[in-house]
């Protein structure tokens, strides 16, 4: 089974700052797919950055980013230019290939609680 | 709007008495799921449905049942709640086949006393 783990269960930044949230994660799957969800202080869960595990090149979304390293399981994701609206629990998720057959859930991590500091 | 609808938003009840935590989707999407999010624990699948009539369980099915009688809707029905279900329940739907995660409700905060 699938495990995401994320070490860091909350972290602050100043605001305009950059900050790291690590996740790393177990399978034995070759093709999958990761993503950082943001959940703010409204409980929506609101996708932020998805990930391909076959595509070498680091997704980017406007501020966010991601360093992914397949060979070491690791998946982080980079804020740039902190702003109070990131202030949110983010959580880390896998996801193996959807098919027409058989449960493909999002295995999320615990969440890393950022604030984000005037 | 492309959504999927959860109600009620809060709810508190007493242990015992059954309830339904309604569910719909509005984007013909064949898969649905309920997750349950606990402080130090993420989120977990309760059950989860590949279409209407076909629903499994998921990591933590114990106290739940759902039914998929329609495609849009996905009910949560918890038939004698206990204290250990309080929790933060969320609906999720996607496109069977497709591997852009999930579109999630809004969550309902139950409180079981």
């Known amino acids: 089974a699938q495990t995401v783990t994320q070490s860091q269960p909350e972290m602050s930044v100043q605001e305009a700052e950059t900050v790291t949230l690590s996740c790393t994660y177990d399978?034995?799957?070759?093709?999958?797919?990761l993503f950082w969800y943001k959940q703010p202080p409204s409980r929506q869960m609101i996708l932020v950055i998805r990930?391909?595990?076959?595509?070498?090149q680091n997704a980017t979304e406007n501020r966010f980013s991601v360093n992914f390293q397949k060979a070491a399981k690791s998946f982080s994701l980079k804020i740039s230019d902190s702003q109070l609206g990131d202030t949110a629990m983010y959580f880390c998720?896998?996801?193996?290939?959807?098919?027409?057959?058989?449960?493909?859930?999002?295995?999320f991590g615990k969440g890393t609680r950022l604030s984000v500091i005037a | 709007e492309a959504q999927v609808t959860q109600n009620p938003r809060y709810l508190i009840t007493v242990t015992g008495k059954k309830l339904t935590v309604t569910c719909s989707q509005n984007?013909?999407?064949?898969?649905m799921s309920w997750y349950r999010q606990d402080p130090g624990l993420g989120l977990r699948q309760i059950y989860y449905?590949?279409?209407?009539?076909?629903?499994d369980k998921g990591d933590v099915p114990e106290g739940y049942k759902v039914s998929r009688k329609e495609k849009r809707n996905f009910p949560l029905i918890l038939e004698s709640p206990s204290p250990n279900q309080t929790s933060l329940y969320f609906c999720?739907?996607?496109?069977?086949?497709?591997?852009?995660?999930?579109?999630f409700g809004s969550g309902t905060r139950l409180t079981v006393v």
């Open positions: 984007m013909n999407h064949e898969y």
């Open positions: 449905s590949m279409n209407v009539e076909v629903t």
């Open positions: 990930q391909e595990a076959y595509k070498q």
């Open positions: 998720a896998f996801m193996k290939p959807t098919s027409h057959s058989g449960n493909t859930p999002l295995v």
């Open positions: 399978t034995s799957e070759n093709n999958y797919y």
């Open positions: 999720a739907s996607s496109p069977q086949g497709a591997n852009y995660g999930y579109t």
